[in-house]
């Protein structure tokens, strides 16, 4: 499966925004994160395109959970998106990048206050309030800081995701949000109105990632429409913004058909301008958080194949040079891709193998993979890997994470670099009595 912005060269080489994978794994070494930059800026240009051109009002926030990096940060902001953080170090790492704060929401189910206490002083545009408990402290902090906390309510819709049960979120048995069932939501923007400090902004919600159908994103927004109409009637307060989430699937497969961001755009905005007019509200600012969508399929992984282990009448076994550390989904989500023999990248596949990682583990990658007749020391190059990889990425074994480049028009940029064997003792202490 080649992506948009691929090719194959002369060699027979693997081409990603320009640039020969293999000459690339020379340079920089295995596991390799490639990142092709003109797609992840054709994808922000996308969805800006079409929600503007459908609605008055509308806001793309990149929901840097799926891939944070500085450069990255850059990137989005010279694409004119906002950001979404979930933690400490996603948010410190935005403002590093010089990211506008006031262009930032900070998200997640528990914000410790220390967290709250940053977002506030440092001006980040939204916090998303995920629980009533977490509204009196955003009051409170704010209140210490004689500041004003901006933020929207997650709700809980109550909606299945039709994706994997752990990357659901906006069913009624979540850890986020607050539930409309349950009058949770209602009683949230009571709270919210009623707290010194506050200002309500308007909704949120998130149903789940990987979604390759618009209706749930449609259901969504009727659902929410409905509470924000029966909020208006119960306290008068007119929603200003409603954020729809991210959640827009990607293609890792070749037989994947996700819906087109354009698609996306015209079912949504339809949804909420024919909620808007059934129940006679005003039409809120529209906002979404795509992560995956973004750079997921802007990513490529590189490996060297190291091992090729036939064991006869069962299966053979590929073994590559990265694994679990570096992309731990297949293991948590029997996430599936598709790979290539970067090196012979026109020679048709012919031996379906298992790939494994180097782990002490069994890190299988993919457990059938198609692939032209892999030897060792071919580079094998995993597509759709620019979500959730290097975001997810840690040590296990002691793995050093990789180094990530960012490609663009045949120009190779480092835009994080290898860590190296100190990286990993960097913190470990031996006490005095251990000399
Ligand atoms: C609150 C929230 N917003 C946005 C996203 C981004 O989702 P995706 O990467 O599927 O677009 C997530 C990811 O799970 C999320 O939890």
């Known amino acids: 499966m080649l992506l948009p912005n691929q090719s194959v060269n002369s060699n027979g080489h693997l081409v990603v925004g ?63 998106m906002a950001l979404d953080v979930a933690s400490e170090g996603e948010l410190y790492t935005a403002l590093q990048a010089g990211f506008p704060a006031a262009r930032i929401k900070l998200h997640g189910n528990y914000k410790k206050p220390a967290l709250l206490q940053m977002a506030i002083e440092n001006g980040v545009g939204r916090i998303v309030a995920d629980s009533l408990p977490e509204l009196a402290l ?17 709700i809980t819709p109550g909606i299945k995701a039709d994706t994997h049960e752990r990357i659901r979120a906006g069913q009624e048995d979540s850890k986020f949000g607050l539930g409309l069932a349950g009058g949770a939501a209602m009683t949230a923007t009571r709270l919210a109105l009623e707290l010194p400090n506050i200002e309500l902004h308007g909704f949120h919600c ?26 208006g009637a119960e306290t008068g307060y007119v929603a200003e913004q409603f954020d729809i989430g991210g959640g827009l699937g990607i293609r890792y497969q070749e037989d994947d058909v996700p819906p087109t961001i354009d698609h996306l755009a015209e079912e949504v905005c339809t949804a909420l301008k024919a909620a808007a007019d059934q129940h006679n509200v005003p039409l809120p600012e529209l906002i979404l958080e795509p992560g995956r969508s973004i750079v997921g399929e802007a990513g490529v992984t590189l490996y060297t194949i190291g091992v090729v282990k036939e064991i006869p009448g069962v299966r053979t076994y590929v073994s590559v040079d990265g694994g679990l550390s570096d992309n731990p989904r297949p293991l948590l989500y029997d996430a599936e891709y598709e790979a290539m023999i970067a090196n012979r990248a026109n020679q048709p596949p012919d031996r379906i193998v298992r790939v494994a990682g180097a782990h002490c583990e069994t890190d299988t990658l993919f457990p059938e993979s198609n692939l032209a007749d892999p030897q060792p020391g071919d580079i094998l190059a995993v597509q759709s890997t620019g979500a959730y990889t290097y975001a997810m990425a840690s040590n296990y074994n002691r793995f050093t994470k990789p180094a990530m480049v960012l490609v ?28």
């Open 206 to 231: 998130h149903i789940g990632s990987q979604l390759l159908h618009t209706n749930g994103f449609v259901r969504t927004a009727a659902v929410v429409m409905d509470f924000i109409s029966q909020a």
């Open 138 to 154: 955003i009051s409170e902090v704010a209140g210490e800081l004689g500041k004003q906390g901006h933020i929207l309510i997650r």
């Open 408 to 435: 663009n028009d045949g120009n190779a940029e480092l835009i994080v670099t290898r860590e190296g064997l100190e990286d990993l003792v960097r913190h470990d202490v031996i006490p005095q009595r251990l000399i």
């Open 18 to 80: 320009g640039c020969d994978t293999v000459a690339l794994a020379r340079e920089y070494d295995t596991p390799l994160y490639v990142l092709d930059e003109q797609m992840v800026r054709h994808n922000c240009q996308q969805y800006r395109q079409a929600f503007a051109q459908r609605l008055p009002r509308s806001e793309i926030a990149y929901a840097s959970k799926a891939l944070m990096t500085k450069a990255l940060c850059r990137i989005m902001q010279q694409e004119q």
